[in-house]
């Protein structure tokens, strides 16, 4: 048996700092390994000794000896940002001479339709499940597998994402090829929901002090996550066992066999289908407001890299001339008239064992 990692006061008090700001415990770990990384590099002095410039130091040393990606460099500014700012209550002034990671801009993988049903037909069970709203809601992959029963509005066809990418909510699509095995996926979840109940437990995690607030309510059917785990779980903060979400790692293996098994050569992963939601919608004229809005994308700018994958001019949109002369007849025999359809649905919405493994609460 190994000894227990002591944490020192000052890490104690980094933890309490994040806590108290309702952080979710993936930013939380995150933090706490970079500001653990950034006093290493420095000889374990103590951050109130060091400033800009050894920040910079650091910073510096990610992009050039260790080569990181400008998105985890950011990741580490970020991290002893929050140090400085929240628990030492000396923030940083501007760090120069930093060499900073560059972004390379690449545009994002996308499936064509075909693909996208091989895939989808790959995928099994709870994973086909998940698979479907990634590509028919254009859903993170966090967003999907955080969903619980009462984000589902199956009257209005609507998902409700809450707490999403930076802290926003947003009302997405619900594909109305989904509702019939939702429904029926929803009620094998609350079988279980109700054996948990029975044996003493039933409770999920419930964010910021609602827990404190409703002290019931973590119980409660609406609550209960969609995609639970296979197994009850220890919370990692405060050691009660619940039923967290199932680890998303169990469907990004089930993803990376689905790619393999239909001989796609492209990286996809869970996120290439979202990217194959908002161009599919783009390929067939849907305006790119309302895309960005689906995606739930700050900017524009940001929904507009789809246009490029699509190579098509005038912001994707499609001419109505073609239906016109199509109604009309007058639409020229040589004129290729190809046409995009939906990919067809899974044979069997909730079949086989979940293969989830134990979830530790991220939230």
């Known amino acids: 048996m190994g000894k227990e990692a002591k944490s020192s006061p000052f890490m104690d008090q980094v933890r309490d700092t994040i806590r108290v ?16 990384q950034f006093i290493l590099f420095h000889n374990k002095r103590h951050p109130s000794e060091m400033r800009e410039q050894e920040v910079g130091e650091f910073l510096t040393y990610l992009a050039v000896q260790r080569n990181v990606a400008a998105s985890t460099q950011n990741q ?11 628990v030492l209550r000396k923030p940083l002034s501007a760090i120069d001479g930093v060499v900073r990671t560059r972004k390379p801009a690449r545009l994002p993988t996308v499936l064509t339709m075909q693909e996208v049903r091989d895939v989808l037909t790959q995928l099994q069970g709870m994973h086909w499940l998940e698979g479907c709203l990634l590509y028919g809601s254009g859903l993170r992959l966090m967003e999907c597998i955080r969903l619980r029963v009462m984000h589902l ?4 066809r609507a998902i409700l994402v809450i707490d999403g990418k930076g802290s926003k909510d947003r009302v997405v699509t619900m594909p109305d090829d989904l509702i ?15 054996k948990d ?27 209960q996550y969609v995609f639970p785990a296979s197994r009850r779980s220890a919370d990692p903060r405060t050691g009660e066992i619940r039923r967290h979400h199932m680890n998303e790692k169990s469907l990004q293996r089930a993803m990376k066999n689905a790619v393999r ?28 407001r309302t895309v960005q809005e689906q995606l ?62 134990d979830a530790q609460r991220d939230r």
């Open 21 to 36: 700001r309702h952080y979710s415990i993936r930013t939380e770990k995150s933090y706490i390994t970079w500001i653990k």
């Open 153 to 156: 509005d199956f009257s209005h």
């Open 197 to 223: 109940l029975s044996d003493g437990y039933g409770a999920v995690y419930l964010p910021h002090a609602l827990a404190k607030k409703y002290p019931k309510a973590a119980k409660e059917w609406g609550w």
């Open 261 to 288: 098994s239909a001989d796609i050569d492209k990286p996809a992963s869970c996120h290439t289908l979202r990217h194959s939601f908002a161009t599919h919608l783009l390929e067939r004229g849907m305006d790119i």
């Open 180 to 194: 019939i095995p939702l429904e029926r996926h929803l009620q094998a979840v609350k079988n279980v929901h109700t």
């Open 296 to 357: 739930g994308h700050s900017d524009v700018r940001t929904t507009q890299i789809y246009t490029h994958v699509i190579q098509r001019g005038g912001n994707a949109v499609l001419s109505p001339l073609g239906q016109v002369l199509q109604q009309t007849g007058q639409h020229h025999r040589e004129t290729d008239n190809t046409s995009t359809t939906d990919p067809q649905s899974h044979s069997s919405p909730f079949e086989g064992e979940w293969d989830a493994t």
């Open 76 to 86: 580490a500014l970020n991290a002893i940002a929050f140090l400085y700012k929240h």
